[in-house]
């Protein structure tokens, strides 16, 4: 189990939710919700991804949060609030467990541990989407793919991940040009390989010291923000 809002859970609380839990293979570009529809059903990430994505005209979108194994998606009924303004869909195809939001809801009524790690991870997940908001207007295309590119890096298992450019120009909220460019930079600077719509992270030092600062300040914010099981901070990257 690497989904760490789950492994939060006491033996109790999880034998009880574990028959509610279904097991799901999520794919690239997948829509999980629109902006408005109501919510029925959480998704925990395990090696999968999952964007949060604002749509502020007809046409345009920009990214503003991911979650991974750290997380939860489709949490907004825990808090009372029953729709999404985002766009939730699938970023990096892999697993998670689905389960109905009714479900969760007795969880939190009765858990303790589950209700402070929703708690904490809607902070988290607040932070990250006030970050990224900045990092979206005050930082260049360059910087805010090489910060992207160590996000996703963090949440995967694999050295390498899929992704278009097409899929990365819509993530950036920038054109499908502009992405192409980027990435030959980063090619170019031996920190990247791209081809066929794969990534794989070269050098990753080398990535984080062309990224903007908001990629160690979003980093630390989660490590603060939310502490493993065990009670120590949580590292996305086991990469050290």
């Known amino acids: 189990m690497l989904n760490h809002i789950l492994r939060s859970l006491p033996d109790q609380q999880y034998r009880a939710l574990r028959a509610e839990l279904e097991a799901i293979t999520v794919v690239a570009g997948q829509i999980i919700y629109e902006p408005g529809h109501v919510v029925s059903h959480a998704y925990f990430p395990e090696d999968s991804v999952i964007s949060h994505v604002c749509c502020p005209t007809i046409g345009s ?38 389960v109905n939001v009714g479900a969760l809801r007795d969880l939190v009524a009765e858990s303790e541990p589950f209700r402070l790690a929703v708690t904490r991870f809607s902070q988290a997940l607040f932070d990250q989407v006030a970050l990224c908001a900045a990092c979206n207007i005050g930082h260049t295309p360059f910087e805010r793919c090489a910060r992207w590119m160590l996000m996703i890096h963090d949440r995967v298992e694999a050295r390498d991940f899929s992704v278009t450019q097409e899929f990365l120009a819509y993530m950036l909220g920038t054109s499908r040009q502009t992405v192409s460019v980027v990435a030959r930079q980063l090619q170019t600077k031996r920190l990247i390989e791209y081809s066929r719509g794969r990534v794989a992270v070269v050098d990753r030092r080398g990535l984080e010291r062309v990224a903007c600062r908001c990629y160690r300040s979003i980093s630390e914010r989660l490590a603060f923000v939310l502490p493993t099981p065990d009670g120590h901070s949580l590292s996305l990257d086991n990469r050290e």
């Open 61 to 98: 979108a920009v990214e503003v949060a991911m979650v991974g194994r750290e997380g939860i998606a489709g949490h907004a009924p825990l808090l009372g609030v029953p729709t999404t303004v985002t766009r939730v869909l699938v970023q990096v195809p892999g697993r998670a467990w689905r």
